[in-house]
């Protein structure tokens, strides 16, 4: 009788397939049970790194490919070798792992094993630390006699360090001494206070921004109209000059407080 663990595990065909696998791979070889072996491999899976990904999605490569060899021999006759099926494994992880991000590089035993699966290694996309330049906007503002801006601002960052940088709770990275000091000259000028808020989740955050944003300007704004002002405001934070440009902006912030959730 046929059965899924004779056929997926157990077999000559199947044995020599795993067996190859699990070393390239750097995953124990053990006898199991389909479904034991699928979850072996799981754990091995990190889905922030290429090598992570594929070890996830290698079981079921196997399982499609020798399924197919299996339907092959039986309704065509036709005798697949184990190096076929492992080379249509690799092809497919090979097409599979180059069309996805990833968030941490590989450790030195995953390069090793992508080299062996000759698979394209992929490039960690790195959001790097971007901060704010107020150099120019502060000498529009002084140009135009708009400066000091009599507007409290108070800048709500994703970023806890961020907070914690220009509060003086924790000491910058050397890297970022001297951006940063200009950055927080510039900010206690312009009056500018950033705050960090720990979020739930978008829907929420977006709710606590416009309700705080009415409350603490005692505007009845619409939903249009804040998003408007928040861009504009987010303009004028990031130095885009084009803002200042309209005099009754300028003339409508002054003595407002208001808060920008970032």
């Known amino acids: 009788i046929e059965t899924a663990n004779h056929l997926f595990v157990q077999s000559q065909l199947a044995q020599n397939i795993w067996k190859y696998f699990n070393y390239a791979c750097g995953v124990s070889l053990l006898h199991q049970t389909v479904a034991a072996r699928q979850a072996l491999w799981w754990n091995y899976a990190n889905k922030q790194t290429q090598m992570g990904l594929v070890r996830g999605n290698v079981p079921a490569f196997i ?21 076929t099926v492992i080379h249509k494994v690799k092809g497919w992880l090979q097409h599979y792992a180059v069309h996805d991000s990833y968030k941490r590089e590989c450790s030195f ?5 992508l080299q062996v699966l000759q698979i394209q290694r992929q490039k960690v996309k790195v959001k790097l630390l971007k901060f704010v ?14 400066y000091p801006l009599e507007v409290e601002v108070e800048v709500e960052v994703d970023s806890k360090i961020i907070e914690q940088w220009y509060n003086l709770k924790t000491r910058v990275a050397p890297k970022f ?15 500018i206070k950033p705050g960090h808020n ?5 829907n929420s955050s977006d709710g606590m921004s416009k309700e705080g944003s009415k409350q603490i300007t005692k505007q009845h704004w619409s939903t249009d109209e804040l ?8 303009s004028l934070i990031k130095g885009v000059l084009l803002v200042l ?11 407002k407080a208001l808060v920008l959730h970032l």
């Open 177 to 191: 001494y001297f951006i940063w000091e200009r950055i927080m000259q510039l900010g206690v000028e312009m009056g």
């Open 63 to 83: 399982f499609w490919e020798i399924w197919k060899s299996r339907c092959s021999y039986k309704y065509d006759s036709i005798n697949i070798a184990a190096e």
């Open 109 to 113: 035993s995953d390069l090793i094993s």
């Open 133 to 146: 330049e107020w150099l120019e906007i502060t000498k529009f503002c002084k140009d135009h006699g708009w």
């Open 227 to 234: 998003h408007i002002m928040s861009k504009k405001l987010f």
């Open 245 to 255: 440009e309209d005099n009754l902006l300028v003339s409508y912030l002054k003595g």
């Open 198 to 202: 720990f979020r739930e989740g978008n």
